[in-house]
């Protein structure tokens, strides 16, 4: 079954430092998601991409944070200058239809530890 | 502000059991639904979409009530392995572009 597949799978940082998480989605969709969930929190949406270009941001997603699609495979989201509160879970998904119905799968996810 | 809402549980019931979950959604305009399993600290995975004629996979079955904005998931006959969080995801459409929100989700524990 093909999957999207995140690394690293922990990454510990500093406050204040860069970090880009990675991605690899599903070849032939063409929607990609980034989330975040706060440990015992809900999963929150950040961000939509497709056609190379952002269709949707939360009021979560703000200048600290982009996403690229620098080679046609990989989709990676950066954050600036990370804060304490940036820790969490970051799932990256992308898109496909079945049977007309829009599913998105997820990959395993990048833990954000910043210390 | 648009919300999608759940008990945040835990449901706790002994293997054998029926257990029915309910989501509610505050945007009338949306038009996909589904239900996720999610496992400690692990990604969510898809259990099944709901459609509005309900639709029945094994033990599980989901209904759709567009009028009142509620779905719900029914678990027949519990295995300790449903153990999990169960997420409502709500999407709609947007600019050609599908945007899922999520619940909290709803705690389900199984025991012997």
């Known amino acids: 079954e093909p999957e999207v597949t995140q690394t690293p799978s922990h990454q510990v940082t500093q406050m204040g430092q860069e970090v880009i998480l990675r991605c690899v989605p599903i070849s032939n969709h063409l929607y990609f998601y980034w989330y975040r969930q706060i440990l015992g929190q809900k999963v929150e949406f950040l961000v939509s991409?497709?056609?190379?270009?952002?269709?949707?941001k939360s009021e979560i997603f703000d200048d600290q944070f982009s996403v690229e699609r620098p080679d046609g495979s990989n989709f990676t989201l950066k954050i600036r200058s990370t804060k304490l509160e940036d820790s969490a879970m970051y799932f990256c998904?992308?898109?496909?239809?079945?049977?007309?119905?829009?599913?998105?799968?997820f990959g395993a996810g990048t833990r954000l530890s910043v210390l | 502000r648009k919300e999608v809402e759940q008990d945040p549980g835990p449901f706790n019931v002994p293997e054998g059991a029926t257990v029915a979950f309910n989501c509610t959604y505050s945007n009338s305009a949306s038009q996909s639904f589904f239900w996720y399993r999610q496992d400690c600290r692990k990604e969510p995975k898809l259990l099944m979409s709901v459609y509005s004629s309900g639709n029945e996979d094994g033990r599980f079955t989901a209904q759709l009530n567009r009028a009142s904005q509620y779905i719900s998931l029914l678990i027949r006959d519990s295995k300790l392995s449903d153990s999990a969080t169960y997420l409502c995801v709500v999407s709609q459409a947007s600019g050609g572009s599908y945007i899922p929100t999520f619940g909290r989700g709803t705690s389900l524990i199984v025991h012997p």
């Open positions: 991409f497709y056609n190379n270009e952002i269709s949707e």
């Open positions: 998904a992308s898109m496909g239809q079945i049977d007309a119905k829009t599913i998105q799968y």
